[in-house]
Nanobody
């Protein structure tokens, strides 16, 4: 199983960025997908989850209304659209997959597979 995250980069505060995670080696459509992030000197934290069908989502309060998680099961890919970015969103962003999971799967130990992370830097 491999989860390959991409799309990170440097963006100014207030800007937008979309990160992607391409999955292989698993039945992607059967997995709940999540995004987590880890800022320098901090623990990894939950960002968003998306059910296997794409019909249910759950977000951390810190990103609610600004970030949108989505998936394309035909392309085995999950996305995180990030708008109105703030400097405090700077972190390495990780995608994760697990099943069966409740939609409020906010604990990283609930996930089986992890991507390698992609760096997002928001300048002020």
């Amino acid at each position: 199983v491999q989860l390959q995250a991409s799309g990170g980069g440097l963006v100014q505060a207030g800007g937008s960025l979309r990160v992607s995670c391409a999955a292989s080696g698993l039945t992607f459509s059967g997995y709940t997908m999540g995004w987590f992030r880890q800022a320098p000197g901090k623990e990894r934290e939950f960002v968003a989850t998306l059910s296997w069908s794409g019909s249910s989502t759950y977000y951390a309060d810190s990103v609610k209304g600004r970030f949108t998680i989505s998936r394309d099961n035909a392309k085995n890919t999950v996305f995180l659209q990030m708008n109105s970015l703030k400097p405090e969103d700077t972190a390495v962003y990780y995608c994760a997959a697990g099943t069966p999971l409740p939609i409020r799967a906010t604990y990283e130990g609930q996930y089986t597979y992890w991507g390698q992370g992609t760096q997002v830097t928001v300048s002020s």
